[in-house]
């Protein structure tokens, strides 16, 4: 079974493609923020997250904010 990825960002096509022959990923395709529930909810549900960019960064409270654990 192909680990679960959530990839928050839009990445470049070949990106992207990669990601899909080789992992069960949910792409962002859209380029949306996610919400706090989502960034909360996103652990339950995916084996990790791939998040990046500048502009995009997980707030400081993140983890303190879900409530459930969320492994890092």
């Known amino acids: 079974m192909k680990p679960r990825i959530l990839a928050t960002r839009r ?7 990669f ?3 080789r992992f069960d990923v949910t ?3 859209n380029d949306t923020p996610l ?6 909810e ?4 995916y084996d990790a997250l791939l998040c990046f960019g ?3 960064k997980l707030p ?3 983890v ?5 654990p969320v492994p890092v």
């Not at 996103?42 to 549900?45: F, T």
């Not at 303190?64 to 459930?68: E, I």
């Open 60 to 62: 400081a409270d993140f």
């Open 11 to 17: 990445w470049q096509d070949g990106g992207e493609h």
């Open 42 to 45: 996103a652990p339950r549900v």
């Open 54 to 56: 500048e502009k995009r």
């Open 35 to 40: 919400t706090q529930a989502e960034r909360c």
């Open 64 to 68: 303190p904010s879900c409530a459930d």
């Open 19 to 21: 990601l899909e022959s």
């Open 27 to 29: 792409l962002n395709r």
